[in-house]
């Protein structure tokens, strides 16, 4: 059975940090495309950053390119967001997704999901 768990969310001031991760288990998928969604109150659930599991290849939404970096551990199943220079604007709760074959940027095109994590960012 496939889990993944988010761990890392918290409260933060506005210029802060948090990394946030991702453990993956029952889940060997060499083409599958790791990816962190966050949804706002009121919002539509939007992906932030994905990486392709084979090769690392990596992409970021565009409103938060050069402050979040995604990466990943083969070796603990683990997937990371560290997030810096976080704004309130960043609030919101963080989900874990997995789809395959190859990235997506949909969640409905994502099979399996975390519980998600919240991210609180106060100005």
């Known amino acids: 059975q496939v889990q993944l768990a988010e761990s890392g969310g918290g409260s933060v001031q506005a210029g802060g940090s948090l990394r946030l991760s991702c453990a993956a288990s029952?889940?060997?998928?060499?083409?599958?495309?790791m990816a962190w969604f966050r949804q706002a109150p009121r919002k539509d659930r939007e992906e932030v950053a994905n990486?392709?599991?084979?090769?690392?290849?990596?992409h970021y939404a565009e409103s938060v390119e050069g402050r979040f970096t995604i990466s990943q551990d083969n070796a603990k199943s683990t997937v990371y967001l560290q997030m810096n220079s976080l704004k309130p604007e960043d609030t919101g709760m963080y989900y874990c997704?997995?789809?395959?074959?190859?990235?997506?940027?949909?969640?409905?095109?994502?099979?399996?999901w975390g519980q998600g994590t919240q991210v609180t960012v106060s100005s």
């Open positions: 997704a997995a789809a395959s074959p190859g990235c997506r940027s949909d969640w409905y095109a994502h099979n399996y």
């Open positions: 029952g889940y060997t998928d060499s083409r599958a495309c």
């Open positions: 990486i392709y599991i084979g090769d690392g290849a990596t």
